[in-house]
Nanobody, 122 residues
Framework: QVQLVESGGGSVQAGGSLRLSCAAFGDTYGSHCMGWFRQAPGREREGIASIDAFHDSTYTVDSVKGRFTISRDNAKNTVYLQMNSLKPEDTATYYC???????????????WGQGTQVFVSS
């Protein structure tokens, strides 16, 4: 069992930065693929970044590539999403997710966080 708790969301102007954190509680965290999804109002939940259990392989979706960076600190059981050069279209609820294997798909996720809101104003 893994419990995920996100933090770090908020409001920022376009061009600004935020760092999301996802603290994981559970003795199987270290073996899971971890990642971030986001869901804007009226849109489907989309996977935007993932990192495998041994953090030598990461994936970011094209729409955030070069702006967002995923990382994990296994000593702290925490996954991060550094978001730079934010755009209004990045406005969404961001969810931390865990699954046995990468890549992450909505259907493969076994644990979800509660979500944290990100609002980017123009």
């Amino acid at each position: 069992q893994v419990q995920l708790v996100e933090s770090g969301g908020g409001s920022v102007q376009a061009g600004g930065s935020l760092r999301l954190s996802c603290a994981a509680f559970g003795d199987t965290y270290g073996s899971h693929c971890m990642g971030w999804f986001r869901q804007a109002p009226g849109r489907e939940r989309e996977g935007i970044a993932s990192i495998d259990a041994f953090h030598d392989s990461t994936y970011t979706v094209d729409s955030v590539k070069g702006r967002f960076t995923i990382s994990r600190d296994n000593a702290k059981n925490t996954v991060y999403l550094q978001m730079n050069s934010l755009k209004p279209e990045d406005t969404a609820t961001y969810y931390c997710a865990a699954a046995p294997l990468c890549p992450l798909y909505v259907t493969s996720v076994t644990y979800w966080g509660q979500g944290t809101q990100v609002f980017v104003s123009s």
